[in-house]
């Protein structure tokens, strides 16, 4: 079965520097890859996706990921913080059939904090 | 171009009661997944619903139950609730069979069980 660790629970970062995010996962064959935002009260809102090809990934809000099979890993990065991208930001693995995205393995979430 | 929308946003329900969550897939949508997030969780993958059939279950009991609508509309039912039960129940929309087709979600609804 599929897992996804989010090594950090909480990160705090200065707006203006420079963010990564960890992300591990566990899965048998080519993983699809997924990093999601939810602001406070809010759904999930897709970052960016990895199927196959370049494994570096460009997404929206100035994001992008890169996928390691050596590593398992998919970390997301941004060059330089902006305090509006205080958030939780879940990575996740999914599962494909016929059906396109059959399901959604989350990881725990990192809750991201921007100080001035 | 309206995206997954979900109702009602808050709920407040007593242990043992049932309730019924619903959902309307983004525009062109024909596929529908459940999650259901605990406070400081990530989602979890309760059911996914197809041409009004339950495609794919995640390990939730038989208290969970889901139907679709011809119009891909969705509604999720809990029946005897716990107060476990307690959590953001986030409606996901994809398009089948088109190759990595995206979920998109809503912004769920906060079910209390008191």
């Known amino acids: 079965a599929q897992s996804v660790t989010q090594p950090d629970i909480h990160i705090t970062v200065s707006e203006g520097a420079s963010l990564e995010l960890r992300c591990n996962y566990s899965?048998?064959?080519?993983?699809?890859l997924f990093w999601y935002v939810q602001s406070p009260g809010q759904g999930l809102q897709l970052l960016l996706k990895?199927?196959?090809?370049?494994?570096l990934v460009q997404g929206i809000k100035g994001f992008e990921a890169e996928f390691k099979r050596s590593q398992s890993s998919f970390n997301l990065r941004k060059p330089s913080v902006h305090w509006s991208d205080a958030a939780e930001y879940f990575c996740?693995?999914?599962?494909?059939?016929?059906?396109?995205?059959?399901?959604?393995?989350f990881g725990t979430g990192t809750r991201l904090t921007i100080i001035p | 171009d309206a995206g997954v929308t979900q109702s009602p946003t808050h709920l407040i329900k007593t242990r043992g009661q049932q309730v019924t969550l619903r959902c309307s897939p983004k525009?062109?949508?024909?596929?529908v997944s459940w999650y259901q997030q605990a406070l400081g969780q990530g989602p979890q993958f309760i059911f996914q619903?197809?041409?009004?059939?339950?495609?794919q279950r995640g390990n939730f009991p038989d208290r969970f139950s889901g139907h679709q609508f011809p119009n891909y509309s969705s509604e999720l039912n809990v029946n005897a609730l716990l107060l476990g039960d307690s959590a953001l129940y986030l409606c996901?929309?994809?398009?089948?069979?088109?190759?990595?087709?995206?979920?998109?979600f809503g912004n769920g609804t906060r079910l209390t069980v008191t």
């Open positions: 996740a693995v999914g599962t494909i059939s016929n059906f396109g995205n059959e399901k959604l393995t």
């Open positions: 619903y197809y041409e009004e059939e339950e495609r």
């Open positions: 996901a929309s994809s398009l089948v069979d088109r190759a990595n087709s995206p979920l998109h």
């Open positions: 990895y199927f196959s090809g370049d494994t």
């Open positions: 899965y048998g064959a080519t993983p699809y």
């Open positions: 525009s062109g949508h024909d596929t």
